[in-house]
């Protein structure tokens, strides 16, 4: 599937007014702009005000390359200006760039329905974004997505009129939705989409859950939907449950990003322990094969607004995709995050980069190759601490279980930098981790 190629449209004068009216504080553009890249490319990016009455934003938002429509004020008519300018922006974009197929529009103004709905008529996705207070229900319904931006600057959750209860009632109607066919599971992101179609607010944050993911797992343990992983293409799937109680598959340990158990007790395997914290390794082969081809991608020539995690995974996802190499965008960005996690990357000054739309310089392969390891071998002590299957642990983190000793060479260099900590009781060696999920061994 190709990514969307996003057209960002910021109603400057209703943002501005509505967050720092509504407790939320200065404006700020950069979650949004976060949000967006995880979505797509963005191909266009306007900001439309007076920039003469919010001039002390004009630098924050020129950092983020956003072109600055300026509006002066004349009068009492400003508003509209704005709002017209916006909508003739946006139709001619629609009717001459026909690569772009989604539009995000920054505002709570009911006077963009119209605009909206147009857009939608010739099949472009819309995301709107809005401060919960003052954005009109009549825009939020019309969009394909909202998202709040209280959501997005905030640690309080927004109140909603849809409870616990009957938000897993959603989710069971939109997997009702799609099961055809004699199908027994549909795609997760498939399902996700018809629950938005259906309530274009719906956000797992306002009711306490901090994924997608999460919510799923929620609605699994009880007793809701059936949750694995589709071993062909390792993404999430859903079913409704057997009657007459819950059943689980013996895949779905693999869906699950938090610590779970199987109904034995027990994880299936090494590989599973680590799905089951959100960790996806794939096998070691590719993991190796994306690490060192990122590394000789951030040795290119190139400028540096280029040299940010977005724009290299999706050239690595474009070389793949001509050398016809079988690695999906999302298997890239798994390792990706895992490099992330072990500190691989450091922007000019030094300081761990943490943002996928930072800009990174060049890492060090040998020693990101060896804790991503690192990393994987952390999270399988924490399981089964005593390392009982050393062989399996070999061919997780190297592809074959013959390489027992260079496991051994890995534990004594985790040990000397007091990541793990070793015991032993008679002939049985225990090995205790000290340090958390996320951590920088080398920085």
Known sequence: MSEARIVLLIDMDNIIYASENTGLGRFQVTPIIEILKEKGRLIIKRAYADWREHHDYRYEIQDHAIDLIELPQRGRTNKNSTDIKMVVDAMEIAMTLKHVDTFAIVTGDKDFFPLVSKLREYSFQIIGFGVFESTSDLLVQNCDEFIYYNN?????RLTSDIDKENIFNLLISAVKALLKDGLEFVPAAQIRKTILRKNPAF???NFGFKSFSGFLRAGMKQGYIRLKNNPQTGFLEIGLPRPPALELEPESINAVNEDMETDDGEFDSYSSVLNSVGLRPWDPESRQKIIRDFKKLTLEPRDPGDMVLTALIDDLVEQYQKDNVKI???QI????????????FKDSKGRLVTSYSAPIESFNLAKTLS???ALCLVHVLKFDPTLSKPTEAAKLLFGTGNRVPELQKLISSMESLDLIKTSKTGSETEYKVTTDRYFAPWK
Do not use: F
């Not at 997005?152 to 309080?156: A, F, R, Y």
């Not at 960005?333 to 691989?344: F, K, N």
């Open 152 to 156: 997005l600057v905030k640690s309080q």
């Open 203 to 205: 956000h797992v944050g």
């Open 328 to 330: 999906h965008k999302s």
């Open 333 to 344: 960005r798994d390792i990706i995050r895992m490099m992330m996690y072990v500190g691989s």
């Open 371 to 373: 804790w991503v390891n």
